[in-house]
Every structure is written in structure tokens, then in C-alpha cells.
């Protein structure tokens, strides 16, 4: 149990469009869910806290306006980059916590690599 | 905030061999230490973890130490295979944030047959 399924795994886009990821719980339920950002062969750095029915809490430096997340429901968090420009291009992972274990534990989606022309 | 330093940032080892990744923390709350082992372009998978209230904990060749007075954990893998060929992130969460992980800058494990 404990799967985490993000789509799409990789994206390209031109420059000044926006890109939505999605994150979803498959097989529980996960009040908060997670986005990091890694650039490559480098550490998985936490952009945001993506509360179910509740805005997010953003990292300090990380533009909310530019990364726009949605948590809807209990087994859905999106990110939004908007007017993407090349300096977006990252591998960009998501993760959750189950709503009702109490140990820490955080699951993995299998990321979404972003390349913006 | 909570800091995590990780060291080395790559370790070669013979086949058969010991790896050893050491990391510390800053923030004494801190008190669930994960480590994941992350292929090339894959998802970051939990190997092992330890909680505060315990000193060390071992899964066949993988074991964690955690010193809380020092604030340092490290990981130990023993008896290496090629397949433990990859990076290797520590990382730091306290119960109040739960989920909310630091992670260390990671340790490129090249292990040579």
C-alpha cells in the first residue's frame, strides 16, 4: 500500500505557457502532501506544503504567484508553474503523508521532469 | 530552520565492502531521521529510518546510528553489491511538521565490482 502516482512523468513546454502536475494518493488518504524541486545532482529542496482545503505554505523564496498549488481533495494535490521560462526546467517530485498514521513517514511520486524551450 | 549536512558527497567502494554516510542536524527537536536511496531519474525510496527514542536499527546489510546528544546519524551498508549502486539522502523531520523533510545534499555511492 502507500502508492503515490504523479502525472504527467515528463513535460516540455515553450516558454510563457503554464504546466499543471497532478499528485494523487492511490490506496489512502493524505491531508498534506508535499512538492520539491530538484536540479540535477542535487538534494530534493521543499518548495511547498500543500494543505487539503486550506492555501498552501510556501518556502522562503519560492514565489506562490509562480507555483501555484491546489489541494482539493483528500487524494488530489496540483502545481501549477505559470508563464514558465527555462529557469523552471526541474525535476519536480511530489509526496504524502497518510492522513491516519502518525509516524513521519512520507511516500514518493515518481516526479515530473520539466523542460521549457 | 532545521539544517542537514551529509558527508561524504561521493563514496567509491570495492564490492564487498562497507559504505559509511555520515549527517548532522541542527535542530534538537528533529526527531525522525529517514534515509532514501535514489536512482538516476526515480523516485527517492525510504530504506530506512530511525526515531529519537532509538540508538541504532538494522534490516540485513542496512543499519542506522543515531547519536542524539551529538545530533548525528549515519548509515552503514555493508557487504556492497553493485545494485547499492546510487544516491543516498538523510534527511530530518520533527513530529510538530511531520512530513516536512530536510534533506541532506546526498552521497553518490559508486560501488565497483
Redesign the interface.
Known sequence: GAVVSQHPSWVICKSGTSVKIECRSLDFQAT?M?WYRQFP??????MA?SNEGSKATYEQGVEKDKFLINHASLTLSTLTVTSAHPEDSS?Y?C???PTDR?????F????S?LTVL | GENVEQHPSTLSVQEGDSAVIKCTYSDSASNYFPWYKQELGKRPQLIIDIRSNVGEKKDQRIAVTLNKTAKHFSLHITETQPEDSAVYFCAASKQSSWGKLQFGAGTQVVVTP
Do not use: P, V, Y
Open positions: 498534506t508535499f545532482k542535487q538534494s530534493l529542496m521543499l506544503t525535476f517530485i509526496s504524502a503523508r502518525d509516524t513521519g513517514e512520507l514518493f511520486g515518481e516526479g521532469r
